[in-house]
């Protein structure tokens, strides 16, 4: 579990997320979640065929869409 402190609240959350719950959060389908899980655009770790979603990664990579991307030099 992870203690998760948000606008002053604290909740106490597993730390990682089930792809039924992330599709949720950004109401996609299982399928398409899936998909951009395999190509890289949402974090996670690979295990095998299993993907591990922490929820720190994917509340970061929210926060952070929309943000302009830093061109390599």
Same mark, same amino acid.
């Not at 203690?3 to 089930?18: A, C, I, R, W």
């Given at each position: 579990? =992870?203690? %998760? $402190?948000?606008?002053? &609240? ?11 719950? =992330?599709? *949720?959060?950004? @109401?996609?389908?299982? *399928? #398409?979640? %899936?998909?951009? =899980? @395999?190509?890289? /655009?949402?974090?996670? /770790?690979?295990?095998? #065929?299993?993907?591990? &979603?922490?929820?720190? *990664? &994917?509340? #970061?990579? =929210? $926060?952070?869409?929309? $943000?302009? #991307?830093?061109? *390599?030099?």
């Amino acid at each position: 579990m =992870l203690d %998760y $402190e948000h606008k002053g &609240v604290t909740l106490n959350q597993p730390v990682f997320e089930s792809i039924n719950e =992330l599709s *949720a959060t950004i @109401r996609l389908s299982r *399928a #398409k979640t %899936y998909e951009a =899980l @395999r190509s890289g /655009i949402i974090p996670s /770790i690979r295990i095998g #065929k299993r993907f591990i &979603v922490p929820r720190e *990664a &994917v509340r #970061k990579w =929210l $926060e952070s869409c929309g $943000e302009p #991307k830093v061109a *390599a030099a």
